[in-house]
């Protein structure tokens, strides 16, 4: 027998141990950036099991019973191909086992050629997985005639009854597959390889099914359940890899698409859409790169940022109309809705801005501009948008930075072009006011009150008013009354009548006087009403109610039952009977006006009942205004029934049952007004199940009341967890959504009951519901506008109480949620001067802490009194040019009084641009009494779009002496670009604008 060792070929090479082989070894990457792991992190994602794994793993079990069999993996490219085989590979039995264990793996590195695994072939030995992901490389790269070669001595390994089991696991792309199936073409023959892969093909699809999105949403991996919550299409394992592999890529791209993907970002930070156009890219490229026209680049720099990398995902997304593209996903959420520090965009780039968008794209660049005070870049930005409300805010801009003539020329233009006409009126009417040119509110709104426009008539009025001309006032009013305005004929009838007096300039008026006076003032109130009565089209009892009005003001009750008598008796005017009950009423005269009402449903008078009602009401009769309300009701008419609803519901003691029992009978006449009061009811005395249903009923008949309003008053009634969680299982968790209720949060319990809602509700990972709650908590109560989050996004001016309850919520999400998250929980600890808890979060679960937050672990260092560390941990990073721990750092040496320090601090911060560092350096400047060059910082700041410079240079400015002059072209002017308080300019003039 030949004893002598089989001869190894020269190619081959040996299967590994299963056990100890990593995945890395078989192409399987880390999510990372950079192709650096996350420390702080596993290296797998977790695996979310899908419908392909069973059937995988059914022939992995087998394997391990003795039987060799193949599965192959068909699916597109990140579809997790790779990932289900190793996971099959590693299938464990019930009791956790491991069920290929003892087994080897080839190649022990992957990949290789089609020549080693043939080599390789020959050395197998029983209990051998082989791994060829992506077959396509040993199948078709060769030539068909080594295809199947390869495939026939994989057939004859699988035959090879003395080495079994051997377990194949492949997987092919869907063109390959297809390939495979397809009739031979031009004497291309891949039987052999047909016949291999016959009948073991297992479809991967592209996109999870609802119940895998939600498995996976469920996932304890943050990776994994924050792609399934923003995956589109159940696209989760696209997403996955998506993210890093863009970020890893826009470290790497080429100058020309470098400039590319500045421009975008400076665009959005200016405040466009995300949509833009190829035009507008390659003019923005082309100013960054400061060069001439170079198509050619654009174009390579553009195919470089659609082309797919790994995942699938772009930098750019093609949009679906034609020649326009949008930042991806998450790289528009990290560089720009999420971005830690503001951006001011390079002057060459609003020359490009403005001579290329127009539209809904111009009118959000130029709100932007303003908020930053870049009030030519603004206005620039208005007029160039075409749209009317564009010019109405132009002009508002205009009033408020004290251009009055400017701003009332862009109401005139709107007024003339029929945009928003009423709301200019009102808004330049005001700015005059405000300037105390009253005459130029009569020279412009004069004709247009005399072309029958209510709003101009009634500012003329008070122009006329304010200049001393009550007659030409009074005037105004007379034409609007015979027009039929009721306001106008109640103001000139009541200027009839002269106002009665005691005195005069003698002293007390005789009882001859008085009575002279009276009996003129008599003759006056005749006079007026005899006009009222004269009126086009204003004849008879419709102007009852208001001559009522009008001898009550001049004479009181006596001489309105008088009246009102004679009307109903004399003129068989019936309803003057209720007048007279009502002006009854009012005086306390209950008894009295009872029998004018009595003396009304005798005569059949239309509404008698719900005058009843209210005149009961007054005289707290519940009972009988309850009757009289019923009758009402009877008669078509519900208001009554709802009132005296509200009666019971706030009387002392209340009575809620008898109240819903109004309601209810109400409802049955008017479903409208009844329901919505039976839910705020119900929810005032704590009757959440009441409470609920009346809301239902009236959101299904269209007049539910608002939620938020169920909430506060269900809170006062001691029913908050309940109401909370009612309000997000009823209003869909939207932002700014639980801005009406977050005062109601009171506690961390509370905090949490709403993100478990929420977390139901929109069927996400408990850690991203939490900080969603907690964003929420601190937009609610934020002042000035943005979004108030930890990133450092939008003004920082919410309570203590908000900072420790959102930073609570963040500390428990980062316990399972993303680095963002973690990093974002830091934030707000520290912003609640809790600067032990976020040195502990940094370190706990880091053996060594991870680069992304080395910043803020200085900034805790710093805050908490590890002044040395901190410090020494900035230097680190100064060395890398990394400035975002300066401005903590620097408040923290000044919170330990450390106050020459962290002015040194903040000034090289300053030097390297961060803004943060250009407002504390301006702040602690002033603190020492410094004003050097305080104005220009908070003004630099200002225009990178820091939400708190604006306040602080209006204190500034308002508390110094001598700076009027700064004071008033800060306001006038704005700022330009670079920051500096902006040179003389001024708005078209209209004729020279084009409308």
Not at 37 to 55: F, G, I, K, N, V
Not at 205 to 227: C, K
Not at 500 to 529: F, Y
Request: include cysteine.
């Amino acid at each position: 027998m030949d004893t002598t060792p089989e001869r190894i070929p020269r190619l081959a090479t040996e299967a590994v141990e299963l056990a100890t082989c990593r995945p890395r070894q078989l192409e399987i990457s880390p999510l990372s950036e950079a192709g650096q792991p996350d420390e702080s992190l596993p290296w797998l994602t977790s695996y979310c099991r899908r419908a392909h794994d069973r059937r995988l793993s059914s022939i992995v079990e087998a394997a391990a019973r003795g039987t060799s069999g193949i599965a192959t993996l068909v699916g597109g490219p990140a579809t997790g191909k790779k990932r289900a085989l190793w996971e099959a590979a590693h299938t464990r039995s019930a009791d956790g086992q491991f069920l290929l264990y003892g087994w080897k793996i080839w190649p022990g590195l992957s990949p290789r050629s089609p020549e080693e695994l043939l080599a390789s072939v020959k050395t197998f030995r029983k209990s051998t997985v082989v791994w060829i992901p992506s077959a396509e490389r040993y199948f078709f790269s060769g030539g068909h005639e080594k295809g199947n070669e390869v495939a026939d001595s994989l057939r004859n390994l699988l035959l090879d009854t003395e080495r079994e089991p051997i377990l194949i696991l492949a997987s092919l792309s869907p063109e390959h597959w297809q390939a495979l199936a397809a009739p031979p073409e031009g004497g291309v023959d891949r039987s052999h390889v047909q016949l291999l892969l016959r009948g073991t093909s297992i479809t991967v699809p592209d996109a999870f099914t609802d119940t895998e999105v939600t498995r996976a949403l469920a996932s304890t991996d943050p990776r994994v359940s924050e792609a399934a919550a923003n995956a589109p299409n159940g696209r989760v394992i696209q997403t996955v890899v998506a993210g890093p592999a863009l970020r890893t890529h826009c470290q790497r791209i080429s100058p020309p698409a470098r400039a590319v993907l500045d421009f975008v970002v400076q665009a959005r930070h200016a405040g466009h859409g995300p949509s833009m156009s190829r035009t507008l890219l390659r003019r923005g490229a082309q100013a960054l790169l400061d060069e001439p026209d170079a198509d050619e680049r654009f174009d390579k720099a553009l195919k470089e940022l659609t082309t797919p990398v790994r995942g699938g995902a772009a930098v750019l997304v093609t949009e679906a109309k034609a020649d326009a593209y949008r930042l991806a996903p998450g790289l528009d959420q990290q560089y720009v809705t999420e971005a830690s520090k503001p951006i001011l965009p390079r002057a060459s780039l609003w020359t490009v801005l403005l001579e290329t968008v127009a539209g809904q794209d111009s009118l959000d660049i130029a709100r932007e501009c303003g908020r930053r005070h870049l009030l030519k870049l603004s206005a620039q930005f208005f007029l160039k948008s075409g749209m009317p409300r564009a010019r109405l805010e132009l002009a508002a801009m205009l009033a408020k930075a004290g251009r009055i003539d400017e701003a009332v020329a862009q109401y005139r233009i709107l007024t003339r072009i029929g945009g928003d006409v009423e709301e200019a009126i009102n808004q330049g009417a005001n700015a005059l006011f405000a300037a105390g040119r009253e005459k130029d509110v009569l020279d412009w709104l004069g004709p247009l009150a005399e072309s029958g426009n209510r709003s101009a008539a009634l500012h003329v009025e008070v122009a006329h008013v304010r200049c001393g001309q009550p007659d030409r006032a009074l005037a105004v009013h007379r034409r609007r009354a015979e027009s039929g305005d009721l306001r106008s004929a109640a103001y000139v009838a009541a200027s009839m009548v002269s106002p009665e007096t005691l005195v005069d300039s003698h002293g007390w008026l005789s009882d001859e006087e008085l009575k002279k006076q009276r009996i003129r003032r008599r003759k006056e109130l005749d006079k007026a009403v005899r006009w009222l009565t004269e009126l086009p089209g204003r004849l008879g009892r419709d102007l009852l109610p208001l001559i009522t009005d009008l001898t009550m003001d001049a004479f009181g009750i006596g001489a309105v039952l008088e009246m009102l008598s004679a009307e109903a008796t004399d003129y068989d005017r019936h309803g003057a009977y209720l007048l007279g009950a009502e002006a009854l009423s009012a005086d306390g005269q209950v008894e009295e006006a009872l029998k004018w009402i009595e003396s009304a449903r005798q005569h059949g008078v239309a509404g008698t009942a719900a005058v009843a009602t209210r005149v009961n009401l007054r005289a707290r009769l519940l009972d009988a205004a309850q009757v009289c309300a019923l009758e009402s009701a009877t008669a078509g008419d519900a208001v009554p029934l709802i009132e005296v609803g509200d009666a019971f519901a706030n009387s002392d003691p209340a009575l809620p049952e008898r109240a819903l029992k109004c309601y209810d009978d109400a409802a049955t006449c008017d479903a409208t007004a009844a329901l919505s009061a039976g839910a705020l009811a119900a929810a005032q005395h704590g009757m959440l199940d009441k409470a609920y249903g009346y809301y239902r009923r009236a959101y299904l008949a269209g007049c539910a009341p608002d939620p938020a309003e169920l909430v506060r008053l269900l809170c006062a009634a001691k029913k908050a967890t309940e109401a909370l969680k009612w309000h997000v299982a009823t209003v869909p968790p939207d932002p700014g959504s639980l801005a009406p209720i977050a005062r109601h949060v009171k506690d961390f319990p509370e905090a949490v009951t709403v993100a478990e809602a929420v977390r139901s509700r929109k069927n996400i990972p408990r850690w991203q519901a939490l900080a969603w709650v907690a964003d929420e908590l601190l937009d609610a109560r934020a002042e000035g506008t943005g979004r108030e989050t930890a990133s450092g996004k939008g003004p920082r001016h919410a309570t203590s109480s908000q900072l420790v309850l959102a930073g609570r919520l963040y500390k428990e999400a980062a316990e399972s949620g993303t680095p963002r998250v973690e990093e974002r929980a830091v934030r707000l600890l520290m912003d609640a001067r809790s600067f032990v808890e976020a040195v502990q979060l940094i370190r706990s679960g880091h053996e060594t802490v991870p680069r992304r937050l080395r910043a803020l672990l200085a900034e805790a260092l710093a805050g908490r009194g590890a002044l040395k560390e901190a410090e020494q941990l900035l230097e680190e990073l100064l060395d890398e040019d990394d400035f975002s721990a300066a401005a903590g750092v620097a408040r923290g040496f000044n919170l330990h009084e450390e106050y020459f320090k962290a002015q040194d601090i903040a000034e090289r911060g300053a030097r390297g641009g961060d803004v943060e560092c250009y407002v504390l350096l301006g702040d602690l400047r002033r603190g020492a009494g410094d004003q050097t060059r305080v104005l220009d910082l908070y003004c630099l700041a200002l225009a990178h779009g820091h939400p708190g410079a604006r306040l602080r240079i209006d204190h500034l400015l308002d508390a110094a002496d001598g700076r009027a002059w700064e004071h008033t072209q800060l306001r006038k002017h704005g700022l330009d670009p670079r920051g500096e308080i902006a040179a003389d300019w001024k708005i078209p003039a209209p004729d020279e604008d084009a409308e």
